[in-house]
């Protein structure tokens, strides 16, 4: 279904993202196997690859399992890029983001030798300050998003024990006036990213502009900033199904979960490709259910004909005539 989309939709360079997703099984009523997770709540916790809002590839975990766990990761990322490449495109560029529970060196590594660009948030350790602490003023430059402005400062940036430095954004907000944070609850992020390193990410791009623009520097800011979004499908996910699974057992939940994601990944598509234009493509399932499925109707037959009468409210509102069109016109889907 993944690669049926991309085929669908043709990008330019696919933005991934990897993060981990905490189910709360507290208050199930069948618990076994549960694990703590690290928002002190025992359950299990997912590793999930999202795609434009699309939740396509998953790993059921225990929820001790922390984002970093084994070889996971470095797995699902080798074949999400074979799949890429093999079923939608061997030179299509490939980008993915990453919160600071991934900032490893092995897994930035693979990205490397994948030829996948990362943008990872790193650790503030205390190296780290020190250097941003003594630069000058005028080395450092300014992002705007129309809301908000942070200053930001480029430098190498490469632990003690690494092989090699990659590119550094450091990102501090700005502020008016003489109101000031104090260091703990100062907003600053630094961004790591093999962008502009290793020339084999953006080897392939379709033109030297869109090469220069995934290569600025607000581009991968803005990139960062967009991981809060990504964890929509999360939220999405629950609202659709549920947290708390049935079985007593591991791998008999494991099965729900997996269904669920499928259900999950058909329902957004339906938004997409029916649901155009009558709601936003961003409504959670509980939203669709109540405007889009659940309205009054009346089922008649006449004339060896069945007929759905429906409000006039709901014609207009829905533009019911519409979305009638579109379901009786499926997309297949074709690998």
């Known amino acids: 279904m993944f690669i049926w989309r991309l085929r669908r939709e043709n990008p330019e360079v696919i933005d991934l993202t990897l993060d981990t997703m905490v189910m709360d099984n507290d208050e199930a009523q069948k618990r076994y196997g549960v694990q703590p997770t690290y928002k002190k709540v025992k359950g299990f916790q997912p590793l999930q690859a999202i795609w434009n809002g ?30 890429i490449r093999e079923e939608y495109s061997e030179t299509v560029t490939i980008i993915v983001r990453l919160d600071s529970g991934f900032f490893d060196e092995k897994i930035l590594q693979a990205c490397d030798n994948l030829g996948v660009g990362f943008i990872c948030t790193g650790k503030m350790y205390k190296g780290v300050k020190e250097y941003v602490g003594v630069q000058l003023e005028d080395q450092w430059d300014v992002y705007s998003n129309r809301n908000q402005e942070w200053k930001y400062l480029e430098f190498g940036y490469r632990c003690d024990s690494w092989e090699r430095f990659y ?52 581009t991968i800011i803005e990139s960062h900033h967009m ?4 964890e929509l499908p ?32 058909l329902f957004e598509t339906y938004k997409e490709d029916v649901l155009d234009g009558v709601m936003p493509i961003g409504s959670y399932a509980t939203t669709v259910r109540r405007k889009a499925l659940d309205f ?40």
Not at 65 to 75: E, I, M, P
Not at 170 to 196: C, K, M, W
Request: net charge positive; hydrophobic share 40%; with cysteine.
């Open 234 to 265: 999360h939220r999405g996910l629950k609202d659709f199904g549920f947290e708390e699974l049935p079985f007593k057992r591991f791998v008999p939940n494991s099965v729900v979960y997996y269904c669920m994601l499928i259900s999950y990944f």
């Open 54 to 83: 699309k939740i396509v590839d998953a790993v059921f975990r225990g929820g001790k399992k922390h984002s970093n766990c084994g070889n996971t990761v470095v797995n699902m990322m080798r074949d999400l890029v074979r799949l």
């Open 167 to 218: 590119r550094a954004i450091y990102t501090r907000l700005s502020h008016d006036g003489e109101q000031r944070l104090l260091d703990f609850a100062r907003p600053d992020n630094v961004i790591l990213t093999n962008i502009g390193v290793n020339p084999k990410v953006l080897a392939n791009c379709s033109t030297q502009e869109e090469e220069r623009r995934l290569l600025h520097t607000e």
């Open 296 to 335: 009054a109707a009346k089922i008649i037959g006449t004339g060896r004909q069945l007929i759905l009468k429906v409000t006039q409210a709901v014609m207009d509102n829905l533009h019911f005539d519409i979305l009638w069109q579109r379901s009786q016109k499926p997309i297949p889907i074709i690998i």
């Open 227 to 230: 991981r809060g979004a990504d």
